[in-house]
């Protein structure tokens, strides 16, 4: 539903008035509401707006939103070429940790010593998690989680209950990048999974016999975003010898999981995050795997035909011979 | 963390003491394998992958049921939010009026993993009962919103009993009428019970009037009409002589401002004499809902059913006398205590 250029203008100048470059929705409201025929002493809010009001509203922002300048007191005097090219990709993952608040440990009455090496200090009785240490078991745990995907392993995603419906969709999608190789347990996990798996894992194949492999397969790599949610689940995975993956805060001792990522256990969006890279990297380990498969399959190929070639050759000698 | 300290001590969980960032990235020894075996494929797994991504839940069918319903629901408040321009928890979504009806937890149980247990069921519920609020405002707001409209409607079909999800509330049965005009209703208390006909005194039309100790009514439209009671045949006053009765029966008439609208004639069987008087009142104010409601079409709480509710006279009286039991005098009452 476009609105007219006529009612446009005098709001489009409004709201250029408003704000520049940063033209936010709150903004454009104010300014919508105030030429809108409201009328006074009643809360101007959503819900006293019309469906072509909220409409019109919402087009003005979306057109709006790209004009304006960029340039501020500091930026109207200098140019900085360097400025404006896009930061290196260390960078970018330190600041998107950063603003998920993957820093922010736990308070300082309730740390765990063997967390020291990466503790970058304290700010107002809460430990602060030395984010380039983070980055670089995230890189670990991506190489890890990469390597088992390629040699078509089981990597399973634990979510926990007290997580929120968010954080278990970023489970499951998890899950579902890494194709066949990638499994969830979104909710509770299940106490004897690994351990009691005969009896509580159905079988994957009914044909196979229970004596050759009929067991159920156990997942070669676990990742936990909160560990200390899941003491069965560590304990099923030192149990059965499964590498775990999982983020561990200032109260944990990061020794309880094989590759511990230190971040903030209770950020949604660093648990999100997290799922998000290293599903990512599981993405990549199929596309490697599935790489060398074809390649493997075209020199197969290659020399089947060359046999093949070779075969039909000796026969035409053979039968120009015998022509002979 | 007390519970995996034993763990560690006696070397179940693998201890790693050097800090993390002192290690290094790799540590794969120092060999490097030929290009052959870098891009050659590694060996096929000895055990086959299970089928479905929600395989170590022990119960995948649930789990996946669950996730299929939760995307969809969460696609659907975006696709809404789109369509009407407003965020997810701004939508004007409205309660249904009755609680929706899903398929039983057994059978819902068979149909899964072969056990269900509450806590997942309900969750299951909820978040149908959700959907289904959001149904009318999905099928509302246009052709936008088509699609998103098809998946609900075929999510809520899957999990519907076979009667549909809308549950149908109990409706009370019309009152009777005859030809002419006269409600049949029957009222009770204790073990009496009524049977009461009532008929509207029009001003115009002469009224069946019979020998009673109230006044007579008069033709004229100009006067006022009396309401004239018989029971088993008889005077009110000369069946029930005490006061309190009389008022226990005019009772709902007074309170619906019908005194004088109505003539009634009672059979009542059964009980003492308040017992009878309560269950000739029970079932005069059901005629009244008869004649008044019924016949305008109004809602439950709209007309004299509301003010002869609020007032408890629709009520049949469950109270009953209580038996007496062994060991004691009567129903409650107990045998005098002895010390010895």
């Given at each position: 539903?476009?609105?007219?250029?006529?009612?446009?203008?005098?709001?489009?100048?409004?709201?250029?008035?408003?704000?520049?470059?940063?033209?936010?929705?709150?903004?454009?409201?104010?300014?919508?509401?105030?030429?809108?025929?409201?009328?006074?002493?009643?809360?101007?809010?959503?819900?006293?707006?019309?469906?072509?009001?909220?409409?019109?509203?919402?087009?003005?922002?979306?057109?709006?939103?790209?004009?304006?300048?960029?340039?501020?007191?500091?930026?109207?005097?200098?140019?900085?070429?360097?400025?404006?090219?896009?930061?290196?990709?260390?960078?970018?993952?330190?600041?998107?940790?950063?603003?998920?608040?993957?820093?922010?440990?736990?308070?300082?009455?309730?740390?765990?010593?063997?967390?020291?090496?990466?503790?970058?200090?304290?700010?107002?009785?809460?430990?602060?998690?030395?984010?380039?240490?983070?980055?670089?078991?995230?890189?670990?745990?991506?190489?890890?989680?990469?390597?088992v995907v390629e040699r078509d392993g089981i990597v399973?995603?634990?979510?926990?209950?007290t997580r929120t419906e968010t954080t278990r969709a970023?489970?499951?999608?998890?899950?579902?990048?890494?194709?066949?190789?990638?499994?969830?347990?979104?909710?509770?996990?299940?106490?004897?999974?690994?351990?009691?798996?005969?009896?509580?894992?159905?079988?994957?194949?009914?044909?196979?016999?229970?004596?050759?492999?009929?067991?159920?397969?156990?997942?070669?790599?676990?990742?936990?975003?909160?560990?200390?949610?899941?003491?069965?689940?560590?304990?099923?995975?030192?149990?059965?010898?499964?590498?775990?993956?999982?983020?561990?805060?200032?109260?944990?001792?990061?020794?309880?999981?094989?590759?511990?990522?230190?971040?903030?256990?209770?950020?949604?969006?660093?648990?999100?995050?997290?799922?998000?890279?290293?599903?990512?990297?599981?993405?990549?380990?199929?596309?490697?795997?599935?790489?060398?498969?074809?390649?493997?399959?075209?020199?197969?190929?290659?020399?089947?035909?060359?046999?093949?070639?070779?075969?039909?050759?000796?026969?035409?000698?053979?039968?120009?011979?015998?022509?002979? | 963390?007390?519970?995996?300290?034993?763990?560690?001590?006696?070397?179940?969980?693998?201890?790693?003491?050097?800090?993390?960032?002192?290690?290094?990235?790799?540590?794969?020894?120092?060999?490097?394998?030929?290009?052959?075996?870098?891009?050659?494929?590694?060996?096929?797994?000895?055990?086959?992958?299970?089928?479905?991504?929600?395989?170590?839940?022990?119960?995948?069918?649930?789990?996946?049921?669950?996730?299929?319903?939760?995307?969809?629901?969460?696609?659907?408040?975006?696709?809404?939010?789109?369509?009407?321009?407003?965020?997810?928890?701004?939508?004007?979504?409205?309660?249904?009026?009755?609680?929706?009806?899903?398929?039983?937890?057994?059978?819902?149980?068979?149909?899964?993993?072969?056990?269900?247990?509450?806590?997942?069921?309900?969750?299951?519920?909820?978040?149908?009962?959700?959907?289904?609020?959001?149904?009318?405002?999905?099928?509302?707001?246009?052709?936008?919103?088509?699609?998103?409209?098809?998946?609900?409607?075929?999510?809520?079909?899957?999990?519907?009993?076979?009667?549909?999800?809308?549950?149908?509330?109990?409706?009370?049965?019309?009152?009777?009428?005859?030809?002419?005009?006269?409600?049949?209703?029957?009222?009770?208390?204790?073990?009496?019970?009524?049977?009461?006909?009532?008929?509207?005194?029009?001003?115009?039309?002469?009224?069946?009037?019979?020998?009673?100790?109230?006044?007579?009514?008069?033709?004229?439209?100009?006067?006022?009409?009396?309401?004239?009671?018989?029971?088993?045949?008889?005077?009110?006053?000369?069946?029930?002589?005490?006061?309190?009765?009389?008022?226990?029966?005019?009772?709902?008439?007074?309170?619906?401002?019908?005194?004088?609208?109505?003539?009634?004639?009672?059979?009542?069987?059964?009980?003492?004499?308040?017992?009878?008087?309560?269950?000739?009142?029970?079932?005069?104010?059901?005629?009244?809902?008869?004649?008044?409601?019924?016949?305008?079409?109004?809602?439950?709480?709209?007309?004299?059913?509301?003010?002869?509710?609020?007032?408890?006279?629709?009520?049949?009286?469950?109270?009953?006398?209580?038996?007496?039991?062994?060991?004691?005098?009567?129903?409650?009452?107990?045998?005098?205590?002895?010390?010895?």
């Amino acid at each position: 539903m476009a609105p007219s250029t006529s009612s446009l203008v005098p709001l489009a100048r409004g709201a250029l008035q408003a704000s520049s470059r940063s033209f936010s929705s709150s903004a454009a409201r104010r300014v919508l509401v105030e030429s809108a025929s409201a009328p006074e002493g009643v809360a101007r809010t959503d819900n006293n707006l019309t469906l072509e009001q909220r409409l019109l509203q919402r087009g003005i922002v979306d057109s709006l939103q790209n004009l304006g300048s960029t340039q501020h007191r500091a930026s109207a005097t200098t140019f900085r070429p360097h400025k404006t090219r896009t930061p290196p990709s260390k960078d970018a993952l330190l600041s998107a940790l950063l603003a998920a608040g993957a820093h922010l440990g736990h308070a300082h009455a309730a740390w765990h010593p063997s967390t020291k090496s990466f503790v970058h200090g304290i700010r107002h009785g809460q430990s602060i998690i030395d984010l380039e240490v983070t980055v670089s078991a995230l890189r670990r745990a991506a190489n890890v989680v990469r390597a088992v995907v390629e040699r078509d392993g089981i990597v399973l995603f634990v979510g926990g209950k007290t997580r929120t419906e968010t954080t278990r969709a970023a489970i499951r999608r998890a899950a579902e990048a890494l194709g066949s190789n990638g499994f969830a347990v979104p909710e509770q996990w299940l106490p004897g999974t690994l351990t009691n798996a005969s009896v509580l894992l159905p079988r994957v194949s009914a044909s196979a016999a229970p004596k050759e492999g009929g067991r159920p397969p156990l997942p070669d790599l676990v990742v936990l975003t909160s560990p200390l949610v899941h003491p069965h689940a560590l304990r099923e995975c030192a149990l059965t010898h499964t590498p775990t993956i999982g983020l561990v805060d200032t109260d944990a001792d990061p020794r309880i999981v094989t590759y511990p990522i230190p971040a903030n256990d209770e950020s949604e969006r660093t648990a999100e995050l997290v799922l998000a890279l290293l599903g990512e990297a599981g993405k990549q380990g199929r596309e490697e795997r599935m790489r060398k498969r074809e390649r493997a399959e075209k020199i197969d190929r290659a020399r089947r035909a060359r046999v093949e070639d070779r075969r039909r050759a000796r026969g035409q000698e053979s039968e120009t011979e015998e022509g002979m | 963390m007390a519970s995996l300290r034993p763990l560690l001590r006696r070397g179940v969980i693998p201890c790693t003491l050097t800090p993390l960032h002192l290690r290094p990235l790799s540590t794969a020894p120092s060999f490097v394998p030929p290009p052959s075996a870098i891009s050659a494929p590694t060996a096929p797994r000895p055990t086959p992958k299970p089928a479905s991504p929600y395989y170590y839940t022990a119960r995948p069918s649930l789990s996946s049921a669950l996730s299929n319903l939760s995307s969809l629901l969460t696609r659907s408040q975006r696709a809404l939010g789109q369509a009407l321009a407003l965020p997810a928890h701004k939508l004007p979504v409205t309660p249904p009026p009755t609680a929706l009806r899903w398929v039983p937890q057994a059978d819902l149980a068979a149909r899964l993993d072969g056990h269900l247990r509450l806590g997942p069921y309900k969750a299951l519920t909820g978040m149908l009962t959700e959907l289904a609020k959001l149904l009318p405002l999905a099928r509302a707001a246009g052709h936008a919103t088509a699609d998103i409209v098809a998946e609900i409607e075929a999510a809520l079909d899957e999990y519907s009993p076979p009667g549909g999800h809308e549950r149908v509330l109990p409706q009370r049965k019309p009152v009777q009428f005859d030809l002419y005009g006269r409600s049949y209703t029957v009222g009770r208390r204790k073990t009496s019970s009524a049977r009461v006909w009532m008929i509207p005194t029009k001003p115009s039309s002469p009224s069946p009037s019979s020998s009673s100790s109230s006044a007579s009514s008069s033709s004229s439209s100009d006067l006022p009409t009396t309401t004239e009671v018989l029971v088993n045949a008889r005077p009110i006053a000369e069946v029930f002589p005490r006061a309190s009765d009389r008022e226990a029966i005019l009772y709902p008439l007074r309170i619906a401002g019908q005194l004088g609208a109505f003539h009634v004639f009672a059979l009542v069987r059964g009980g003492g004499v308040s017992g009878q008087a309560a269950a000739i009142a029970h079932a005069i104010a059901k005629g009244l809902v008869g004649h008044i409601d019924q016949k305008q079409e109004l809602g439950p709480d709209e007309g004299v059913k509301r003010v002869l509710k609020k007032a408890g006279v629709l009520l049949r009286d469950p109270r009953m006398v209580e038996r007496k039991k062994t060991g004691l005098a009567k129903a409650r009452k107990r045998y005098t205590w002895v010390k010895r």
